[in-house]
């Protein structure tokens, strides 16, 4: 054999490299099958930097859909609730320029909304409760119905359902312990500023 | 005392004291105001809840809300009088925003409620103690506002070593603490030695103060070497260089033991705690007196004050008031700011009240602070990070705030800033690098309660795809098993239909044939389970007829051939005139060849009939599957077509003279009475039926089976004898009726729901049977 091998160099070394090429191979492939990755990954991470509102404005029903479709080569654009920090994330995601909001699909909010429901107007048709796609309105048949507010995305949908039109959204409103400092304007130049009535004098 | 080593926190600054200005007074005390507002959340956790209601009368050190949760802490009411509201009031905060709050409308009288003293607090258990301080509602007056009961309770596996009093006061203006370690010696050292024995007299018990309180450390040691010698403790007053910002809980802790707390981890993780001196002193007058928190020393301090010193005043007292009785100038206040020029804040409304954590306020002329010129480029000089107590680089947050790079400002630390200001101060291009960084944190925490929120949303969303799924599959499955149910119903009827149908078909051509159709118009009669049963094991014995079929019939040919081979053997061995022995040898040979051939061929024929079986068995089920509409019109339609071929037979044997003429005629009158009734049927199944779905596609091959079945059965019919046809057919009729009387019969007994079915299933049979003998004497006659 090793003489064989020895009077024989480029054929055994042919050999040699099949046989290292097979063997690797039977590895990978039965790591492949046991170490086999669940599940979309590309699907949950685009998921998880949705906004998770389920609003549908993007034309899916819900945000897991719709990142399927950017998964399968949707633009990222269609999501106003998440607004361009949404768009942004996802260009960073999947490596590509970031576009700005399609406006077919709506504008961004300006401010968080939550819906709320006038208590008296509610005649108990439980239609909101089934528009609900976090489960976030508490009621039953001719009981009144209420928001959970804390569970509401503010995704809009409860509110063509209702009959009697008592479900409103109101923006949410920011207490001192949500609130938070704001960036500087960083391109004001001295010429900008409004002088204030003292400084003058102060400074003479 | 013993000197004490000190290590040099990095970075700092050394921006003007101006601390002077405030301390040339002695300390005043706020006269009552007309009005206190006293917020519910002074400090960092859940607000306090109100215990009072509008209108009621309170009195001073009176508790009013109290703390909801372990980090929360109680509120007093600072004075006697009425509460006049609990409502949303301007707070002091950066943002300007309301808050709750309780409004008291004081009475002037200042009518204290009973206190509970204690005479000797050192002898209380710890439990006790910081019990004391919980309802005292102290907080940490440095200037977080945590609440101090939860500071002096460390968990249970961490043993406290070191207690560091921190009485550093770096930021400029700000003497609050100065004045107090000046005027209430005795009752800090009181408050340290208190504080000390309620976290198990540590090994090191320091007081921190910067040099450049001198008055203040000599005070502080005087009544420390006083204490260590009346009490036996070991208290040491450490003095170290002025820096800014040096009074930061971590930077203190560097310097006074060179420990650095880790990035995300609290002091007491090293074994130290921090409290403000300000807070010991209002620890020890909780347990000693049962004092409240009800007042604190603050620097009112600012050249747009005619006086500018310390006050004591009371919490919730408005600050415009505060401002007034030290002269206030509003046209030269450039602004507000609550807290040192350094880490304060600027207010829009001058009407918020002072808190627990208002060490000053400060109103400075607009020479004095004049606004910040506006920000110009980075120029990347560096001396942020040369300035950054903790360690951090200023620049590089810097970038990565302007572009909400999130996950590098965290990466870089972003969250170990202090926000001390240093780093702004130093800039050369006047950037407002600290807000930048304030503004950033906001963000992420936001970012990340909105994470949590759309993890939230995302979990109750696929809950409920989940429960939705569920609740369709249940519905499916009901919707299934009710069909189902349906089905079952209408495969009985239909069967029921179809043998009566079977039987009409059967009596019109099957006379002599009738024998062999017979298993499948059994099934028909039988409950529909039974015959989709036969059709199945029909279908499985057909699985591969043409093979089976092929092998007998490879064996019947080679047998056919070795007869013939043998045959010819023996024919050349008579002629040869062999030994008859032999001869005769061959001839049983040939016998028994035969014989197997003869086999072989009845099992081939059996094969045949069999397949022929299935196929009709098929169509039972065909027609059982199918309405009984459609089962009467593909009857009719079937019979039409028999008819037809019948007029063609009985044309061709009149033409040839045939024998058999007159017994084809009779056939096809019989099928003309047969088309009338299958007519009959079809309006029938039409009237009775009319909603009835024809759900069931045609099957082509069942289709053509029932064709060539009724085109054999005419064959038949043809061949045979009216006389002999008219008897089989009386004959099966006769069966048949017996048969389902008896049947009737069972069921009159076991009380079957098809009763009537069977009833008119019986009437049918002997209607038919007299229809049958009736023609038999007719041919009889004809004959």
């Keep these: 054999m090793l003489d064989w091998m020895i009077n024989n160099p480029v054929p055994s070394a042919l050999l040699v490299l099949a046989a290292l090429s097979l063997s690797f191979g039977a590895i990978l492939g039965f790591a492949a099958v046991k170490y086999k990755v669940e599940g979309d990954l590309l699907v949950e991470q685009i998921d998880a930097l949705l906004p998770q509102t389920q609003c549908g404005q993007c034309g899916h029903p819900g945000c897991k859909p719709y990142a399927q479709a950017i998964a399968d080569g949707e633009a990222i654009n269609h999501c106003p609730p998440g607004g361009q920090a949404t768009i942004n994330s996802l260009a960073s995601l999947l490596g590509v320029e970031a576009p700005s909001l399609d406006a077919e699909h709506g504008q961004a909010p300006e401010v968080k909304q939550v819906a709320y429901i006038r208590e008296e107007d509610c005649i108990g048709c439980t239609k909101c409760i089934q528009a609900c796609p976090v489960d976030a309105i508490l009621g039953a048949q001719k009981k009144m119905h209420t928001v959970i507010e804390s569970e509401c995305t503010g995704c809009d949908l409860c509110v063509e359902p209702c009959p009697v039109d008592c479900i409103d959204l109101l923006p949410v409103e920011e207490g001192v312990r949500e609130w938070a400092w704001e960036k500087p304007n960083a391109d004001l130049i001295a010429s900008d500023r409004v002088p204030s009535p003292n400084s003058a004098e102060a400074s003479v | 005392m013993t000197s004490h080593t000190i290590w040099e926190v990095p970075g700092g600054i050394h921006p003007p004291e101006n601390k002077a200005q405030s301390m040339a007074q002695a300390l005043a005390e706020c006269p009552l105001a007309p009005e206190y507002i006293l917020p519910l959340n002074q400090h960092i956790g859940a607000p306090s809840a109100p215990l009072v209601s509008v209108g009621q009368s309170v009195k001073k050190y009176q508790l009013i809300a109290d703390a909801e949760g372990i980090f929360s802490a109680a509120l007093h009411a600072p004075t006697s009088g009425t509460i006049s509201a609990i409502e949303e009031r301007l707070i002091a905060h950066p943002s300007g925003l309301s808050a709750p709050c309780i409004v008291i409308a ?11 003293p204690c ?26 506002g945590f609440p101090s009961a939860v500071k002096l309770n460390p968990h249970a596996n961490t043993s406290i070593n070191t207690l560091i009093i921190n009485g550093t006061e770096c930021e400029p203006y700000i003497t609050a603490d100065d004045m107090l370690m000046q005027t209430h010696t005795h009752e800090l050292l009181e408050g340290v030695r208190l504080l000390a024995h309620t976290l198990g007299n540590p090994d090191n018990v320091l007081i921190g103060v910067e040099d450049n309180k001198p008055e203040a450390i000599a005070a502080l040691q005087e009544a420390a070497h006083k ?3 009346k009490h036996g403790c070991d208290i040491q007053v450490v003095s170290f260089p002025t820096k800014y910002p040096s009074g930061g809980e971590k930077q203190l802790i560097y310097i006074l033991t060179g420990q650095e707390v880790e990035s995300g981890k609290i002091p007491a993780s090293l074994g130290i705690v921090v409290q403000n001196v300000g807070t010991a002193v209002a620890a020890w007058r909780a347990v000693r007196y049962g004092e409240p928190l009800i007042e604190r020393i603050t620097t009112v301090v600012g050249q747009s004050l005619q006086v500018q010193r310390n006050m004591r005043v009371r919490i919730g007292t408005p600050m415009n008031f505060v401002l007034e009785q030290n002269g206030f100038m509003a046209s030269q206040s450039a602004r507000l700011i609550v807290g040192g020029p350094m880490m304060g804040y600027a207010l829009e409304q001058t009407c918020v009240p002072v808190i627990k954590t208002t060490n000053c306020l400060l109103a400075p002329s607009h020479s004095e602070m004049p606004e910040a010129p506006p920000q110009q480029a980075c120029i990347r000089c560096g001396h942020c990070a040369e300035a950054c107590p903790a360690g951090l680089l200023p620049q590089q947050l810097y970038w990565y705030a302007r572009s909400d790079e999130h996950e590098k400002l965290e990466a870089h630390h972003l969250f170990d800033c202090i926000e001390c200001g240093a780093c702004s101060y130093v800039c050369p291009s006047s950037i407002p690098l600290v807000q930048y960084y304030r503004a950033a944190k906001g963000d992420i925490r936001k970012a990340a309660a909105d994470k949590l929120k759309s993890d939230k949303a995302r979990e109750r969303f696929e809950h409920r795809q989940e429960r939705l799924a569920k609740e369709e599959a249940a519905k499916e499955a009901k919707r299934q098993a009710r069909k189902a149910a349906a089905e ?20 019109l051509a099957s006379t002599s044939t009738h024998k062999d159709i017979q298993p499948p118009a059994i099934p028909a009669i039988a409950s529909a389970e039974e015959l989709v049963a036969n059709a ?28 013939t081979r043998m045959k010819a053997q023996m024919a050349e061995a008579v002629s040869e005139g062999l030994d008859p022995s032999r001869i005769e040898k061959m001839a049983a040979k040939l016998k028994q060849t035969e014989l197997k051939a003869q086999e072989a061929k009845t099992k081939l024929d059996a094969f045949d009939k069999t397949l022929a079986t299935g196929v009709l068995v098929d169509a039972a089920a065909q027609k059982m599957m199918a309405s009984p509409q459609d089962a009467a019109a593909k009857t009719l339609s079937s019979l039409q077509k028999r008819l037809s071929k019948a007029q063609e037979l009985h044309l061709e044997a009149v033409n040839e003279n045939k024998p058999s003429a007159d017994a084809l005629k009779q056939g096809v009158i019989k099928l003309e009475q047969k088309i009338e009734e299958a007519k009959q049927a079809l309006s029938e199944a039409q009237n ?19 064709i060539e079945r009724a085109k054999q059965k005419v064959q038949a019919a043809a061949s045979m004898t009216p006389e002999q046809k008219a008897q089989a057919a009386v004959e099966s009729l006769q069966k048949r009726l017996s048969k389902a009387q008896e049947r009737y019969a069972k069921a009159q007994e076991t009380h079957d729901e098809n009763l009537e079915a069977f009833a008119t299933g019986v009437e049918k049979l002997e209607l038919k049977l007299k229809a049958a003998m009736e023609a038999q004497q007719e041919g009889s006659e004809q004959a």
Excluded at chain 2, 488 to 507: P, Y
Excluded at chain 2, 543 to 557: F, G, H, I, W, Y
Excluded at chain 2, 688 to 706: I, K, T
């Design chain 2, 488 to 507: 079952l119903n209408k495969a009985k009827m239909a069967a029921q239909q179809a043998a009566t149908e079977t039987s009409h078909s059967q009596n």
């Design chain 2, 119 to 144: 005479e000797q607090p050192f002898a209380l258990e710890h439990a006790a103690i910081v019990a004391k301080i919980r309802q005292a509602g102290l907080v940490g007056m440095g200037g977080a």
């Design chain 2, 227 to 229: 204490a260590n010698q």
């Design chain 2, 106 to 116: 004081p009475d002037g009288l200042d009518e204290a409620c009973p206190l509970e």
């Design chain 2, 688 to 706: 009775a039926a009319p909603s009835s779905s024809s759900s069931e596609p045609q099957q082509p091959d069942a289709a053509a089976a029932a």
């Design chain 2, 536 to 563: 199945a094991t029909a279908a499985k014995a057909q699985q591969d007829p043409t093979l089976d079929k092929a092998r007998l019939s490879r064996t019947v040919e080679s047998l056919a051939s070795s007869i």
